[in-house]
T-cell receptor, first 114, second 114 residues
Framework: GENVEQHPSTLSVQEGDSAVIKCTYS??????FPWYKQELGKGPQLIID?????GEKKDQRIAVTLNKTAKHFSLHITETQPEDSAVYFC?????????????FGTGTRLKVLA | DAGVIQSPRHEVTEMGQEVTLRCKPI?????LFWYRQTMMRGLELLIY????????DSGMPEDRFSAKMPNASFSTLKIQPSEPRDSAVYFC????????????FGEGSWLTVV
């Protein structure tokens, strides 16, 4: 069936360094790829998303890249700060009515060391 | 906007008891989702509704689980009878269908069945 693989499962970086999280999806019909950040005791919150007609999107220190041919997409966080410490989830979706499902990755626990 | 509102935030119940989790989606959203999160299985979609109608309940684990959406501003997820393996965080989420497809999550209901 459809699945999304996410790596690494844990990631520790020094404050100020960059962090990269990678996801690979299996459903070639996927066309919408959101990233969520989940802090301890809270629900996942959308931080950035990208559609299949775009190769890269940036929002301040966060960027997402998409390679449709290889079916993988990545989250890049630059100049990491302690408040970036959280669990990050990628997801893939077809985004069409009637098949409104996200397939989530297994999550990456990011620790930013001060 | 108040966001997706869930209650209760925490519930501890004895095995065999009925549990009812409640959700108020974001006003105007036409999709509502129930997810379950565990360490072992990550984020699992249990069921989702479109315009109050259940569209896909293939993720509901057993007949002990049921969900209703009597109107656009309220949904319940019921477990009867509850079992220890149902212990998890249950998230309600909502979305406005269409091009963006972003799903917004509530803070979750932390269920412990002893």
């Amino acid at each position: 069936g459809e699945n999304v693989e996410q790596h690494p499962s844990t990631l520790s970086v020094q404050e100020g360094d960059s962090a990269v999280i990678k996801c690979t999806y299996s459903d070639s019909a996927s066309n919408y790829f959101p990233w969520y950040k989940q802090e301890l005791g809270k629900g996942p919150q959308l931080i950035i998303d990208i559609r299949s007609n775009v190769g890269e999107k940036k929002d301040q220190r966060i960027a997402v890249t998409l390679n449709k041919t290889a079916k993988h997409f990545s989250l890049h966080i630059t100049e990491t700060q302690p408040e970036d410490s959280a669990v990050y989830f990628c997801a893939a979706s077809r985004g069409t009515s009637g098949t409104y499902k996200y397939i989530f990755g297994t999550g990456t626990r990011l620790k930013v060391l001060a | 906007d108040a966001g997706v509102i869930q209650s209760p935030r925490h519930e501890v119940t004895e095995m065999g008891q009925e549990v009812t989790l409640r959700c108020k989606p974001i006003s105007g959203h036409d999709y509502l989702f129930w997810y379950r999160q565990t360490m072992m299985r990550g984020l699992e979609l249990l069921i989702y509704f479109n315009n109050n109608v259940p569209i896909d309940d293939s993720g509901m684990p057993e007949d002990r689980f049921s969900a209703k959406m009597p109107n656009a501003s309220f949904s319940t997820l019921k477990i009867q009878p509850s079992e220890p393996r149902d212990s998890a965080v249950y998230f309600c989420a909502s979305s406005l269908g269409g091009l963006r497809n972003t799903i917004y999550f509530g803070e979750g209901s932390w269920l412990t069945v002893v």
